[in-house]
């Protein structure tokens, strides 16, 4: 069966001290505790070779938060999955909405993300959602759907199976704004019915469904209860081990 997963996205925050010492409290505040979950802390690029150490050494995962979609070469400032691969790191965020508003990436680009990551043994957290102009306007699975058709479902089944899809309403992140249980749950089984679709119950059902949105200690109970949700993408609450480990205790 599908893993829950938590998964902080500490974004572009913290300065190397701040960072070794969050991932220390996390790692620390993990083995205290026994989570039902798998704990994955996606910091600034700088940080990854020190994070991976920790992974080494504890149940945490290290997931980046951009790759390049090219091999290697002449792209000052950008980050190969090969480099990533070369300091063992386990996922890789791709398609966050701000890459996708602030970078221009298009849903090409990021199927050629996805590609190259699981050329290199590294697992997308692909994250797809609507604005909330589209939801208004009553479009969003149709949004979502192009999403997923348009960069992951290219993808053979084996490739698919080691995808973690991000269900992140754009609506919903950093606005202190979450989805309802009930817009999470309904959107995740959109999503699960389309893998369904295309490739099968088995596969569908394999596929770890997480939802991201001002996700904190006090709502992922809720959201994280429902069938289709198997845990979260967490922006600002993941920078506060407390919070962080406290959203992670959050499974029954
Ligand atoms: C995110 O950016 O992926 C996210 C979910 O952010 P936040 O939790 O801050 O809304």
Same mark, same amino acid.
């Given at each position: ?20 010492e969050?991932i ?6 993990m083995?205290e ?9 996606c910091?600034?690029a700088?940080y ?5 150490d %920790?992974?080494?050494?504890? !149940? /945490?995962?290290? +997931?980046?938060?951009?790759?390049? *979609? ?6 000052t400032g950008e980050i190969?999955?090969?480099m990533?691969?070369?300091?063992d ?5 791709v ?9 221009h990436?298009t849903?090409?680009?990021?199927a050629?993300?996805?590609?190259i ?5 590294i697992k997308?957290?692909f994250?797809c959602?609507?604005v909330?102009e589209e ?31 991000a %269900?992140e309403?754009?609506? !919903? /992140?950093?606005? +202190?704004?979450t989805?309802?249980? *009930?817009?999470?749950q ?34 992922a ?22 919070d ?6 959050s499974?029954?």
């Open positions: 069966m599908r893993k829950n997963i938590v998964a902080g996205n500490w974004k572009m925050n913290k300065t190397f001290q701040e960072a070794e969050l220390d409290q996390i790692v620390v505040g083995e505790t026994s989570l039902k979950c798998e704990v994955i802390a910091p600034p700088p990854l070779e020190m994070a991976s %920790y992974a080494e050494e504890s !149940a /945490i995962k290290i +997931g980046a938060q951009n790759v390049s *979609e090219h091999e290697k070469g002449a792209y190969a999955a090969s990533l691969a070369s300091v790191i386990e996922y890789c965020i398609g966050h909405s701000e890459r996708r508003k602030y970078f990436e849903h090409d680009q990021l050629k993300k996805v590609d990551l699981l050329d290199y043994g997308p957290i994250c959602g609507e909330l939801r208004e306007k009553e479009i969003h699975f149709e949004v979502v759907k192009k999403q997923l058709e348009d960069s992951l479902f290219h993808l053979n089944e084996d490739e698919f199976s080691n995808v973690v899809v %269900y309403p754009i609506w !919903a /992140i950093g606005t +202190g704004k989805a309802s249980p *009930e817009q999470a309904e959107m995740h089984a959109f999503i699960r019915s389309l893998m369904t679709e295309k490739y099968g119950i088995t596969v569908a059902n394999g596929v770890s469904i997480l939802y991201g949105g001002s996700c904190n200690p006090g709502n109970k809720a959201i994280f209860a429902n069938k289709d949700v198997d845990g979260g993408l967490i922006g600002g609450a993941s920078l506060k081990a407390n962080f480990l406290k959203i992670a205790a499974f029954e």
